[in-house]
């Protein structure tokens, strides 16, 4: 089916005020990503978001067209509601790469910048995303674990960390972005699921500000603990690691059963199919 529209997707989502469901979005690396994702929604009777960020982009060789092309064609072909964002953007040209490329939305990402910084800059991101019919989302907080960094562990309640309310307000009406990215107590990169999440300040944050809730580093996070987020108020729910992780096991055990596999399709068809799964899964939970 055609692509739709990442704004319609979460704010449908969002519209559920009982609390019984999110939208999932899932990162895509590889063609065998974007494929297991559109299998994983159909499975779940889902729909789903595929993002590209900014680090795949910088893995195919800084070309977006390329991997964007792909994955929409993907999505296009699907019987699911599916659709495209371009994820943890922090270089303006490929902001502005996006307009033409299939995407309905960016998250820019300039939250490792002060926060008069990172309002300037987003509230600039959304001015030219506006003009253009793109929904922009936004991270206030420090989520980390990304680009190689641990994740905060134990400094996840240090001052600046988690996102404060107050601030959030400000931010939204100061760049009138159309959804928020907030530091919670997950994590990016996590491979254990661990994560234990603030719920009291997801409910604080979603009833001080208006806009969409996003939780990224999902992957770490335990199906109970997504359930009680998306009850409190966050929509939209990240998930990158748990399927690279999927990946990678299935391709080990596939290699250590048989070694002298040299056909990649022997070990992707199986690394595909984990992911699929894992996809489903979270679909069921994230989706209610």
């Known amino acids: 089916m055609p692509l739709v529209r990442t704004g319609e997707l979460v704010s449908a989502a969002a519209e559920q005020r009982d609390g019984r469901g999110g939208v999932a979005a899932?990162?895509?690396?590889?063609?065998?990503?974007?494929?297991?994702?559109?299998?994983?929604?159909?499975?779940?009777?889902?729909?789903a978001i595929l993002q590209i960020s900014e680090n795949a982009v910088k893995f195919h060789g800084g070309q977006l067209a390329a991997v964007a092309a792909a994955t929409a064609a993907v999505a296009r072909a699907s019987a699911a509601p599916l659709s495209l964002h371009l994820d943890h953007v922090e270089s303006a040209e490929l902001l502005r790469?996006?307009?033409?490329?299939?995407?309905?939305?960016v998250m820019f990402d300039a939250s490792k910048l002060t926060y008069e910084a990172n309002v300037a800059a987003t509230a600039e991101a959304v001015a030219w995303g506006h003009a253009r019919g793109i929904w922009i989302e936004a991270e206030l907080g420090r989520v980390g674990g990304k680009d190689g960094e641990p994740p905060l562990g134990a400094h996840a309640h240090a001052p600046g960390v988690r996102t404060d309310p107050a601030e959030a307000v400000a931010y939204v009406s100061a760049t009138g972005v159309d959804a928020l990215a907030v530091a919670v107590g997950s994590s990016h990169a996590m491979t254990d699921?661990?994560?234990?999440?603030?719920?009291?300040?997801?409910?604080?944050?979603?009833?001080?500000?208006?806009?969409?809730?996003v939780?990224?580093?999902?992957?770490?996070?335990?199906?109970?603990?997504?359930?009680?987020?998306?009850?409190a108020g966050m929509v939209k729910i990240n998930v990158g690691t748990a399927l690279n992780t999927a990946f990678t096991a299935a391709v080990r055990a596939h290699l250590a059963a048989d070694p002298k596999t040299v056909d990649p399709r022997k070990y992707l068809a199986p690394a595909r199919e984990a992911m699929t799964g894992t996809v489903a899964a979270f679909l069921k939970v994230i989706g209610g």
């Not at 234990?196 to 806009?211: Q, S, T, Y």
């Not at 990224?216 to 009850?231: F, K, Q």
């Open 97 to 105: 790469a996006a307009d033409g490329e299939g995407f309905s939305s």
């Open 215 to 231: 939780l990224h580093g999902s992957s770490g996070v335990p199906d109970d603990e997504i359930r009680r987020a998306v009850a």
């Open 193 to 213: 699921r661990t994560a234990a999440l603030d719920h009291e300040l997801i409910g604080a944050l979603r009833r001080a500000v208006a806009v969409p809730l």
């Open 26 to 47: 899932f990162n895509v690396i590889t063609l065998e990503h974007a494929e297991a994702i559109a299998a994983g929604a159909e499975r779940a009777g889902r729909p």
